[in-house]
């Protein structure tokens, strides 16, 4: 397929991005090889081949979701600029 300066200025206003006029012709080429690209995946023979979502056909190791409260109370409060009770101590804000 072969791509012209007028392609590339369409497509630049479809982007919404600036080309200037004399990056045109290195962008038509680019282009262009890679819709050449495009067609050589085309022509290759897909029947009876499955759809994937991975190369690799393995499972993601998983863990056992498990609430806790990860026990670091002490370090949390640590930061707080006061704490009651176990809590942060923040102001009131309603009255």
Known sequence: MSIDNATVTKIANLARIRVEEDEKAK???????????????????????????????????????VVNDGNIQADILANAPEAVSGFFAVPKIVE
Do not use: C, F, H
Request: hydrophobic letters at 45%; zero cysteines; aromatic letters at 6%.
């Open 27 to 65: 962008y038509a080429a680019q282009i262009g090889g890679i819709m050449k690209w495009i067609e050589q995946l085309n022509a290759v023979n897909t029947d009876g081949v499955e759809p994937l979502a991975s190369v690799m056909d393995i499972a993601l190791p998983t863990r056992k979701d």
